[in-house]
């Protein structure tokens, strides 16, 4: 793998630095930026208004290496899963929702792009594939924003929203995420407002205290789907480090400095985390934040035990939510006949290849 800084990894300030190191005059730096950000252009040389002599400096100096697409599944209710290959021959995921289509069971009028913030990841949820084969590495700033303007090349579509729950845990990668919502918000970059990014997380506390303190608006996701510790310790070894009281009090930190509400994600998965005591005491801890809860049926994910409550159930955990005065919604299914589940797609791809063993 080159060493080389990926020139689309660059802020802006960055890139004029470079630039007046070679003595460029200060509108290069828009060029540039256009050439990148607007035109999309996947190599330095196709920068054609660019002295050669320069673009033979930066491809000295710099790599450009986006994530190539490798092909995309269409679900029958719409939703579009696309699958990258990047430079280390590794796969990563993301997944596009359409305009129309129900998120977090409530109409929207959004192109929503989840994408992923790692190969693989560390933090091992019981129900998730994407922790089946442990972690392999981070994705760097121009891979995680990659993700928006590749869909946007194979769809023609402009991605108006966005969410951070695709494979990995991108609390764990907050180096590279802050640097992609720069190139991802900025009028220069992509140009997605800072309101329409959700970032979710499983529960890094102190991390979540760091993007409490970012100054833009972002949108905050909790991966919850338990309660209490005794059943967040049994699914999410993560609370084993950060428990409820814990979480829930870095919570109350990023309310006091945020304005958008928190979403607390809850899949519902039988005789785990599905009772009416659960339900009573989520309807408390969610009450106490103004938070709203999206509830979501399991996803039989291959090689997992969980089994899916039914339907009815589902409906009578939502009604006592509601009718402790909280907001919750319950995820119609999408994508579920292709493996929307973030990482099936990639684990499947990456063991026929033999990058990995099959984990299952
Ligand atoms: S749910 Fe998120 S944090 Fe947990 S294993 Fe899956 S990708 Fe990682």
């Given at each position: 793998?080159?060493?080389?800084?990926?020139?689309?990894?660059?802020?802006?300030?960055?890139?004029?630095?470079?630039?007046?190191?070679?003595?460029?005059?200060?509108?290069?730096?828009?060029?540039?930026?256009?050439?990148?950000?607007?035109?999309?252009?996947?190599?330095?040389?196709?920068?054609?208004?660019?002295?050669?002599?320069?673009?033979?400096?930066?491809?000295?100096?710099?790599?450009?290496?986006?994530?190539?697409?490798?092909?995309?599944?269409?679900?029958?209710?719409?939703?579009?899963?696309?699958?990258?290959?990047?430079?280390?021959?590794?796969?990563?995921?993301?997944?596009?929702?359409?305009?129309?289509?129900?998120?977090?069971?409530?109409?929207?009028?959004?192109?929503?792009?989840?994408?992923?913030?790692?190969?693989?990841?560390?933090?091992?949820?019981?129900?998730?594939?994407?922790?089946?084969?442990?972690?392999?590495?981070?994705?760097?700033?121009?891979?995680?924003?990659?993700?928006?303007?590749?869909?946007?090349?194979?769809?023609?579509?402009?991605?108006?929203?966005?969410?951070?729950?695709?494979?990995?845990?991108?609390?764990?990668?907050?180096?590279?995420?802050?640097?992609?919502?720069?190139?991802?918000?900025?009028?220069?970059?992509?140009?997605?407002?800072?309101?329409?990014?959700?970032?979710?997380?499983?529960?890094?506390?102190?991390?979540?205290?760091?993007?409490?303190?970012?100054?833009?608006?972002?949108?905050?996701?909790?991966?919850?789907?338990g309660a209490t510790d005794e059943v967040r310790n049994k699914i999410m070894p993560v609370n084993k480090k950060w428990g409820v009281d814990e979480?829930?009090?870095?919570?109350?930190?990023?309310?006091?400095?945020?304005?958008?509400?928190?979403?607390?994600?809850?899949?519902?998965?039988?005789?785990?985390?599905d009772s009416e005591k659960d339900a009573k005491i989520l309807a408390q801890k969610a009450k106490g934040l103004g938070a709203k809860v999206n509830?979501?049926?399991y996803n039989t994910v291959e090689g997992l035990e969980w089994i899916r409550p039914s339907d009815d159930h589902c409906r009578r955990f939502k009604?006592?939510?509601?009718?402790?005065?909280?907001?919750?919604?319950?995820?119609?299914?999408?994508?579920?006949?292709?493996?929307?589940?973030?990482?099936?797609?990639?684990?499947?791809?990456?063991?026929?290849?033999?990058?990995?063993?099959?984990?299952?």
């Amino acid at each position: 793998m080159t060493k080389r800084p990926n020139l689309n990894s660059l802020t802006r300030t960055e890139l004029a630095d470079a630039l007046a190191e070679h003595k460029q005059p200060a509108f290069r730096t828009d060029q540039v930026l256009d050439w990148l950000w607007k035109k999309r252009v996947r190599t330095i040389d196709e920068m054609t208004n660019l002295p050669a002599k320069l673009r033979q400096v930066l491809n000295e100096e710099f790599s450009m290496t986006p994530p190539s697409p490798v092909g995309v599944l269409k679900s029958s209710d719409t939703t579009q899963k696309a699958l990258f290959k990047l430079k280390d021959g590794r796969y990563v995921e993301s997944v596009l929702i359409p305009a129309s289509q129900a998120l977090y069971g409530e109409k929207s009028d959004r192109l929503t792009l989840c994408v992923s913030s790692q190969v693989g990841c560390a933090y091992g949820c019981k129900f998730c594939a994407s922790g089946l084969a442990g972690f392999t590495r981070n994705l760097d700033p121009d891979e995680i924003a990659g993700q928006v303007v590749e869909v946007e090349r194979a769809t023609g579509q402009r991605v108006n929203n966005m969410v951070f729950m695709g494979m990995g845990e991108p609390l764990a990668n907050i180096k590279n995420l802050l640097r992609a919502l720069e190139l991802i918000t900025q009028p220069w970059g992509i140009g997605i407002g800072a309101r329409h990014l959700t970032i979710s997380t499983s529960g890094l506390v102190p991390q979540i205290k760091k993007l409490a303190d970012h100054p833009q608006q972002i949108r905050l996701a909790i991966s919850l789907h338990g309660a209490t510790d005794e059943v967040r310790n049994k699914i999410m070894p993560v609370n084993k480090k950060w428990g409820v009281d814990e979480l829930f009090d870095a919570l109350h930190y990023w309310n006091e400095r945020k304005k958008q509400r928190l979403t607390l994600e809850y899949i519902l998965i039988q005789g785990i985390n599905d009772s009416e005591k659960d339900a009573k005491i989520l309807a408390q801890k969610a009450k106490g934040l103004g938070a709203k809860v999206n509830l979501i049926p399991y996803n039989t994910v291959e090689g997992l035990e969980w089994i899916r409550p039914s339907d009815d159930h589902c409906r009578r955990f939502k009604n006592i939510l509601m009718n402790a005065g909280v907001t919750a919604t319950l995820r119609t299914e999408k994508g579920h006949d292709i493996d929307a589940a973030c990482g099936q797609l990639r684990l499947k791809k990456e063991t026929e290849e033999g990058i990995i063993e099959s984990p299952v």
